[in-house]
């Protein structure tokens, strides 16, 4: 079992253009989530899927930012015109309910 | 609003036991109480769940008070590895998957 994979670790951007980040979740897991991360406000929900469905996208930024999970084994998260505050550690988990959550290395985006 | 109250930071010695306290004053009779941790460059990770009384797994134990208002993670002889932060987490509710992490625990181990 691998784990969460997403890739890039790494993602270097110019502000607007446009990232795209992708999450392969743990086989067999039916939710997916999106998290971001920065040191001044810490750990925040972005999205979440259960079984390819978006349930709830309250912690998306409406404007820019897009998720889509196309089949079970893959989502990604789409950054259009991207701004310096962007700029995070984007983190993927997956999990076979509601509960116990299994997250990813993260994306760190910097926009420069 | 973070559900629940930890001390911001603790420093131990390697080889020495470490309790990790967590104050969740309002948990409701559905929630659960989680303990993840997160060490630099990686995403958080699971050690641990309970409900009530006493929970013991291979990483660590978990202590919940009788009223369920305070937890206490319990790390065995920490070592160099251990040094991360430890986020305590309530939820349990329809909204059980939308986790809200606070400023958690950041444990310093010395050698």
């Known amino acids: 079992n691998a784990g969460v994979i997403q890739t890039p670790r790494h993602k270097v951007t110019g502000k607007g253009q446009e990232a795209t980040l992708w999450c392969e979740p743990i086989?067999?897991?039916?939710?997916v989530f999106w998290y971001r991360q920065t040191i001044v406000q810490g750990l925040e929900f972005l999205t979440y899927?259960?079984?390819?469905?978006?349930?709830?996208d309250s912690g998306m930024p409406k404007e820019r930012f897009s998720a889509q999970m196309p089949n079970q084994s893959h989502s990604t998260l789409k950054i259009q015109s991207t701004q310096p505050q962007d700029s995070a550690v984007y983190l993927c988990?997956?999990?076979?309910?509601?509960?116990?959550?299994?997250f990813g290395p993260g994306t760190r985006l910097t926009v420069l | 609003l973070a559900k629940t109250t930890q001390p911001p930071s603790m420093e131990a010695y390697e080889g020495q036991e470490v309790n990790v306290s967590c104050s969740h004053t309002?948990?409701?009779?559905?929630?659960?109480i989680y303990w993840y941790r997160q060490v630099p460059h990686q995403g958080p990770q699971f050690i641990i769940q309970?409900?009530?009384d006493y929970v013991v797994n291979e990483v660590a134990s978990l202590f919940i008070s009788a009223d369920r208002k305070l937890s206490t993670l319990s790390l065995p002889w920490v070592s160099l590895r251990d040094a991360a932060v430890y986020y305590c987490?309530?939820?349990?509710?329809?909204?059980?998957?939308?986790?809200?992490f606070g400023k958690g625990t950041h444990l310093h181990v010395l050698p």
């Open positions: 987490i309530v939820t349990g509710d329809t909204n059980a998957y939308k986790v809200i």
């Open positions: 309002n948990i409701a009779t559905s929630e659960y």
């Open positions: 309970g409900y009530k």
């Open positions: 899927f259960r079984n390819q469905a978006p349930i709830d």
């Open positions: 988990a997956s999990s076979r309910d509601n509960y116990e959550q299994y």
């Open positions: 086989s067999g897991h039916s939710a």
